[in-house]
């Protein structure tokens, strides 16, 4: 097998779109496998018919959301083959838009082309022309694709600022900046989300300069670099301004472009280009520390290691400055694995820095020397290191000092110093989760002596963080009897309104028939429905954010957004207004925790051995159930199987004729990540939150933390020094409490310890 990052990506667009707008114009998100149409001159390009093909759309339909793609198109070629008009309509309709999405451009035009003879002026017309336009731009047949767009837009169609964005593309492929500088601002005018309205702004600029407008392409850059721009989208545009103003020999703008980027965003990869260029390497305006940092943040770590000592080498250096250097330094020895050097960076960034005034680097400082302490084996210099965080008020992690030396002292046995430690932490702590955290460890640390104050110590961890991993574990160690119902969800959507009447009063009807009326709604339901998923989520994204302040709106749009089967939307928006107020009904609870393909979850959690919801509680958290969802570590699918353990799988399995394309089909997915949850449980004798870690950070990893534990699951949780692991393992644990009580299998929240 062979795998290729790009090419997946590709493949995730849709590629359909070749320039300027492909990310507008990638058709449907999916994955399809390559079908073998059969078309003749005049008929459709269908899969051959198998003899006795029952037609039955909906099984098509949950055939191919399941990832069966081979089973959905036999069923969808048998009703265009065999079906009433209705059927072949619908057949030809449901092919097109996978056909399109796997890029079989040819044959998704041919079978757009029979629907919209066979249902003209319809909705499904109108969308199949959407569609068809990308098609045939994807094809080089501009002509064709402008009079699709044109006649979209003659449709009075919702998405009409996409359609303007496509004609754009298409003016801009034959040369006519003008035409399609026009086309643009019709389509910022008719309404774009941020993201689309970005990449349109990027490409006017583009072709402002490439007509050598320069006052206009630097002022249409200049416009994306304001607050309430994305980082990543200003970033962009300082770099491209820079650009823009060094061509035309404005030396002094660009370096002001440049040294904005280096300063606003070193994070970005885009700071590191620009501090490459001479304009920037020449700057006396930026400075030897922002030059370092960048380095640093962009891991470049022989670079910063040179700067970071040439700065504390330079004699201007002032006090703070050297401290900076020093701090740096510390982290850099660290990823080099020289420990004794980080300590005495350490060290001396903490001399050089006053009390008080300087806090949040001498807390910073104080933490790092800690932790390389209890990487050494120092535990008593660790918990002294941690206490003195702790006692630093302007430091971050003041808290997480005063938590960590208690934790450190109790797994020494030292209870009573364990003790005043948390006591002080449930004292500072700002928030519910923090609260819940020490009143728990309060709770187990008086379990051996006092158990009156231990209970009210589990008490108040609950009422602090009901609903969070601490405040669940101390509600099933309180009361262990609250596991297991029948599984009969409880409540209804009844219930759900009456709990929002209850909070902010009755639901405005007007409101609500005007947004789902406005053009956002009906422009993403539009690109939605004609394929055009990317762009179609980005709007409903945008949506989220505007009636985030709306309780009943949030919540219808909820409803909405999980009925069109779009649960990575939905449940954001329901879990928005389930955190927003206390005691969130189940009914509520089963929108943010959906049980998305249920069947196969079933199935293949029964097959391995755990309980359906461990999975679903985990693949919330891989990828919100989003199929075709890819990781910064290429992590592919509803499972976020690594492709190298995706062979290991396949092989053990027996999955004959796989690739790593396949992980984005759901019961591939499935069953290759149920297999290696279950596996992790034989591995760690049934420990839940053991294999949930190893999932996330490792099998070796979480041998090593459970040893560290002496197998105590409270003090596993805590000694995961991976703070992605730990977080991870927390939060599934959470979804996995929560789903059994949305779905009727516990009568209240609760987790076992």
Same mark, same amino acid.
């Given at each position: 097998?062979?795998?290729?990052?790009?090419?997946?990506?590709?493949?995730?667009?849709?590629?359909?779109?070749?320039?300027?707008?492909?990310?507008?114009?990638?058709?449907?998100?999916?994955?399809?496998?390559?079908?073998?149409?059969?078309?003749?001159?005049?008929?459709?390009?269908?899969?051959?018919?198998?003899?006795?093909?029952?037609? /039955?759309?909906?099984?098509?339909?949950?055939?191919?959301?399941?990832?069966?793609?081979?089973?959905?198109?036999?069923?969808?070629?048998?009703?265009?083959?065999?079906?009433?008009?209705?059927?072949?309509?619908?057949?030809?309709?449901?092919?097109?838009?996978?056909?399109?999405?796997?890029?079989?451009?040819?044959?998704?035009?041919?079978?757009?082309?029979?629907? $919209?003879?066979?249902?003209? /002026?319809?909705?499904?017309?109108?969308?199949?022309?959407?569609?068809?336009?990308?098609?045939?731009?994807?094809?080089?047949?501009?002509?064709?694709?402008?009079?699709?767009?044109?006649?979209?837009?003659?449709?009075?169609?919702?998405?009409?600022?996409?359609? %303007?964005?496509?004609?754009?593309?298409?003016?801009?492929?034959?040369?006519?900046?003008?035409?399609?500088?026009?086309?643009?601002?019709?389509?910022?005018?008719?309404?774009?989300?941020?993201?689309?309205?970005?990449?349109?702004?990027?490409?006017?600029?583009?072709?402002?300069?490439?007509?050598?407008?320069?006052?206009?392409?630097?002022?249409?850059?200049?416009?994306?670099?304001?607050?309430?721009?994305?980082?990543?989208?200003?970033?962009?545009?300082?770099?491209?301004?820079?650009?823009?103003?060094?061509?035309?020999?404005?030396?002094?703008?660009?370096?002001?472009?440049?040294?904005?980027?280096?300063?606003?965003?070193?994070?970005?990869?885009?700071?590191? /280009?620009?501090?490459?260029?001479?304009?920037?390497?020449?700057?006396?305006?930026?400075?030897?520390?922002?030059?370092?940092?960048?380095?640093?943040?962009?891991?470049?770590?022989?670079?910063?290691?040179?700067?970071?000592?040439?700065?504390?080498?330079?004699?201007?250096?002032?006090?703070?400055?050297?401290?900076?250097?020093?701090?740096?330094?510390?982290?850099?020895?660290?990823?080099?694995?020289?420990?004794?050097?980080?300590?005495?960076?350490?060290?001396?960034?903490?001399?050089?820095?006053?009390?008080?005034? /300087?806090?949040?680097?001498?807390?910073?400082?104080?933490?790092?020397?800690?932790?390389?302490?209890?990487?050494?084996?120092?535990?008593?210099?660790?918990?002294?290191?941690?206490?003195?965080?702790?006692?630093?008020?302007?430091?971050?992690?003041?808290?997480?000092?005063?938590?960590?030396?208690?934790?450190?002292?109790?797994?020494?046995?030292?209870?009573?110093?364990?003790?005043?430690?948390?006591?002080?932490?449930?004292?500072?702590?700002?928030?519910?989760?923090?609260?819940?955290?020490?009143?728990?460890?309060?709770?187990?640390?008086?379990?051996?002596?006092?158990?009156?104050?231990?209970?009210?110590?589990?008490?108040?961890?609950?009422?602090?963080?009901?609903?969070?991993?601490?405040?669940?574990?101390?509600?099933?160690?309180?009361?262990?009897?609250?596991?297991?119902?029948?599984?009969?969800?409880?409540?209804?959507?009844?219930?759900?309104?009456?709990?929002?009447?209850? %909070?902010?009063?009755?639901?405005?009807?007007?409101?609500?028939?005007?947004?789902?009326?406005?053009?956002?709604?009906?422009?993403?339901?539009?690109? %939605?429905?004609?394929?055009?998923?990317?762009?179609?989520?980005?709007?409903?994204?945008?949506?989220?954010?505007?009636?985030?302040?709306?309780?009943?709106?949030?919540?219808?749009?909820?409803?909405?957004?999980?009925?069109?089967?779009?649960?990575?939307?939905?449940?954001?928006?329901?879990? $928005?207004?389930?955190?927003?107020?206390?005691?969130?009904?189940?009914?509520?609870?089963?929108?943010?925790?959906?049980?998305?393909?249920?069947?196969?979850?079933?199935?293949?959690?029964?097959?391995?051995?755990?309980?359906?919801?461990?999975?679903?509680?985990?693949?919330?958290?891989?990828?919100?159930?989003?199929?075709?969802?890819?990781?910064?570590?290429?992590?592919?699918?509803?499972?976020?199987?690594?492709?190298?353990?995706?062979?290991?799988?396949?092989?053990?399995?027996?999955?004959?004729?796989?690739?790593?394309?396949?992980?984005?089909?759901?019961?591939?997915?499935? $069953?290759?990540?149920?297999?290696?949850?279950?596996?992790?449980?034989?591995?760690?004798?049934?420990?839940?939150?053991?294999?949930?870690?190893?999932?996330?950070?490792?099998?070796?990893?979480?041998?090593?933390?459970?040893?560290?534990?002496?197998?105590?699951?409270?003090?596993?949780?805590?000694?995961?020094?991976?703070?992605?692991?730990?977080?991870?393992?927390?939060?599934?644990?959470?979804?996995?409490?929560?789903?059994?009580?949305?779905?009727?299998?516990?009568?209240?929240?609760?987790?076992?310890?």
């Amino acid at each position: 097998m062979t795998f290729l990052p790009h090419a997946v990506r590709s493949l995730l667009r849709g590629g359909v779109f070749i320039i300027a707008f492909a990310a507008v114009w990638g058709c449907s998100d999916g994955a399809a496998p390559g079908s073998t149409p059969t078309p003749t001159d005049s008929g459709p390009a269908i899969s051959p018919v198998a003899s006795g093909t029952v037609i /039955d759309l909906a099984l098509a339909e949950r055939l191919y959301y399941e990832g069966d793609f081979e089973g959905a198109l036999a069923i969808y070629s048998a009703a265009i083959e065999n079906g009433d008009e209705g059927e072949r309509q619908a057949g030809l309709w449901a092919i097109a838009q996978i056909q399109a999405g796997d890029g079989e451009n040819d044959d998704a035009e041919r079978n757009l082309r029979l629907l $919209r003879e066979m249902s003209p /002026d319809t909705k499904t017309d109108r969308q199949a022309l959407l569609l068809l336009a990308s098609v045939e731009f994807a094809q080089a047949d501009l002509d064709e694709g402008r009079a699709a767009f044109e006649a979209y837009l003659e449709s009075g169609g919702p998405a009409a600022s996409y359609a %303007h964005l496509g004609l754009a593309d298409i003016e801009s492929a034959e040369g006519n900046a003008e035409a399609a500088l026009s086309r643009i601002v019709e389509a910022l005018a008719a309404g774009l989300p941020a993201s689309a309205e970005a990449e349109a702004i990027f490409t006017q600029a583009a072709l402002y300069e490439a007509e050598e407008d320069y006052d206009s392409a630097s002022a249409a850059l200049s416009g994306l670099t304001d607050s309430s721009r994305s980082d990543a989208t200003a970033a962009e545009a300082l770099w491209r301004r820079g650009n823009l103003e060094a061509s035309r020999g404005d030396e002094n703008e660009a370096r002001l472009m440049y040294r904005t980027l280096i300063r606003r965003y070193p994070e970005f990869a885009r700071a590191l /280009d620009a501090l490459n260029t001479p304009l920037a390497a020449a700057d006396p305006g930026v400075s030897s520390f922002d030059r370092a940092f960048v380095y640093f943040v962009q891991r470049s770590n022989d670079l910063a290691l040179a700067a970071f000592e040439g700065i504390l080498a330079s004699p201007a250096t002032g006090t703070v400055a050297a401290a900076e250097a020093h701090y740096y330094l510390g982290i850099l020895s660290e990823r080099f694995s020289l420990y004794d050097e980080a300590l005495a960076h350490y060290d001396a960034a903490i001399a050089l820095l006053s009390p008080g005034l /300087d806090d949040p680097l001498r807390g910073q400082s104080a933490w790092d020397r800690a932790t390389v302490l209890e990487l050494q084996g120092d535990i008593d210099g660790a918990i002294a290191g941690f206490a003195e965080v702790g006692e630093i008020p302007g430091a971050e992690l003041a808290g997480e000092g005063t938590f960590r030396a208690g934790l450190l002292a109790y797994n020494l046995g030292r209870v009573s110093e364990a003790i005043t430690h948390w006591t002080r932490f449930s004292q500072v702590a700002a928030s519910g989760d923090e609260r819940a955290r020490a009143h728990y460890w309060l709770g187990l640390a008086h379990q051996g002596f006092d158990s009156t104050r231990a209970g009210e110590e589990f008490a108040a961890a609950a009422a602090a963080d009901p609903l969070g991993y601490y405040g669940l574990v101390a509600a099933a160690t309180i009361d262990p009897t609250f596991c297991c119902l029948n599984g009969d969800p409880p409540g209804n959507a009844a219930d759900v309104e009456s709990w929002l009447r209850s %909070h902010v009063g009755p639901e405005d009807a007007t409101a609500r028939n005007e947004f789902f009326a406005g053009d956002p709604w009906r422009r993403a339901r539009e690109l %939605h429905e004609a394929s055009l998923s990317g762009r179609a989520d980005d709007e409903f994204r945008e949506m989220l954010e505007g009636v985030s302040g709306d309780a009943w709106l949030l919540y219808r749009f909820a409803e909405e957004t999980s009925e069109l089967g779009l649960p990575w939307i939905s449940t954001l928006a329901a879990q $928005r207004l389930a955190l927003r107020y206390a005691d969130p009904p189940p009914a509520l609870l089963r929108l943010v925790y959906p049980r998305e393909y249920w069947d196969l979850v079933q199935v293949e959690a029964e097959v391995n051995g755990f309980d359906p919801y461990l999975l679903l509680s985990m693949m919330r958290q891989e990828s919100l159930y989003f199929p075709r969802a890819v990781s910064p570590a290429e992590a592919l699918g509803l499972t976020q199987v690594i492709p190298t353990t995706a062979d290991g799988i396949a092989a053990a399995i027996g999955e004959e004729d796989f690739t790593y394309i396949d992980l984005f089909r759901p019961n591939v997915s499935i $069953r290759f990540g149920s297999y290696y949850v279950g596996t992790q449980l034989d591995v760690f004798g049934g420990n839940v939150r053991a294999a949930v870690a190893a999932y996330n950070g490792g099998p070796f990893n979480a041998e090593t933390w459970l040893a560290a534990a002496g197998g105590d699951n409270d003090i596993f949780v805590e000694t995961i020094t991976f703070t992605e692991t730990r977080s991870y393992v927390e939060l599934v644990l959470e979804n996995y409490a929560l789903y059994r009580y949305a779905w009727g299998e516990t009568s209240r929240p609760a987790l076992s310890p």
